[in-house]
């Protein structure tokens, strides 16, 4: 494998990064809370591309099997030190492994894979899971519980202030999707363009069609990427434990005014995993 192919992997965030994930107490609490849920103490818990092994460490105080999958020997070393100091390093097992590539002696009950980016782009979510979920399927004829269990994708136009201290620059920006903010103002709702069952998930190109119904003239000049992950979820759909990551604000070509009832449509089209660039790239606007 390449140096640059193992850059573009998920599993490979160098270890001063993960500062912000463990900060970020939206998601923390929300995979806690579906572990909490899910994961019991006769289970045998996989997590892949486990990092600093924060997730490995909720399946674990659950009183489960666990196995930690990790690329970057540097958290190998790190997540083994971590746990060990959280009281579990003798519950979790940390493997030196490529995720997308390793397959369980035992079968698993449940798996847990964080590696989840805005809209599903740059990081490996849907190749890992598929990759394991059907080697898992060939050995032992069952698929594990994931979590998450699904990822939904929306596309939102919005009016973005690129203006700073004067000087305008449309570049694309990621926002907190738990904090209003003033620099972006919503034009209508968004639309659902591709929803992923990680039971059933391939990769494969997503080529998306959302249509706006304008009601007043409106102009904006950008499209935020919404996406919602949801970790348990009950036989119902009624209760269930989501998480949002971060929003991602694609600029458009330029500024798109809109009349009291035209329609907007925007087409789009990339593979999960992609870069940010296969999405912009594509993106086309036609108005009815």
């Known amino acids: 494998m390449s140096i640059e192919e193992k850059n573009q992997l998920g599993q490979f965030i160098p270890l001063h990064y ?6 970020d107490s939206h998601r923390i609490r929300s995979f806690k809370s579906a572990i909490e849920r899910i994961v019991k103490a006769h289970h045998n818990v996989v997590e892949l591309g486990s990092g600093t092994g924060v997730l490995s460490f909720f399946a674990a105080k659950q009183g489960a099997n666990v196995q930690s999958i990790e690329f970057n020997p540097d958290l190998v ?3 083994k030190q971590f746990l060990e100091q959280n009281g579990v390093g003798d519950k979790v097992e940390v493997i030196e492994a490529d995720a997308s590539h390793w397959v369980p002696s035992e079968p698993v009950d449940v798996v847990v894979c964080e590696m989840l980016h805005s809209a599903l782009l ?4 849907v190749q890992v899971i598929e990759s394991f979920r ?6 032992f004829g069952t698929i594990p519980i ?15 202030n690129y203006l700073f201290e004067g000087y305008h620059a449309a570049v694309p920006l990621f926002q907190s999707p738990y904090v209003i903010s003033e620099e972006t103002q919503e034009i209508i709702d968004p639309e659902v363009y591709q929803i992923i069952d990680y ?4 990769v494969e190109t997503y080529s998306c069609t959302a249509s706006f119904s304008f009601n007043q003239a409106s102009k904006f000049n950008a499209f935020r990427f919404i996406t919602r992950n949801l970790l348990a979820i009950d036989q119902h759909g009624t209760d269930m434990v989501d998480w949002h990551s971060q929003y991602l604000v694609i ?6 005014e809109v009349e009291e009832g035209q329609d907007v449509s925007v087409t789009f089209s990339y593979s999960p995993g992609d870069p940010i ?3 912009s790239n594509t993106l086309e606007i036609s108005i009815q």
């Open 277 to 279: 660039e296969s999405l």
């Open 146 to 160: 994931m979590i998450p269990s699904a990822t939904l994708l929306g596309v939102q136009p919005v009016m973005q």
């Open 251 to 256: 600029p458009a070509p330029s500024v798109v």
């Open 134 to 139: 059907n080697n898992h399927k060939e050995k």
């Open 199 to 202: 039971n059933n998930a391939k």
């Open 122 to 125: 740059r990081e490996k979510q």
């Open 77 to 79: 070393t790190a997540s």
């Open 18 to 23: 993960h500062f912000q994930m463990l900060s």
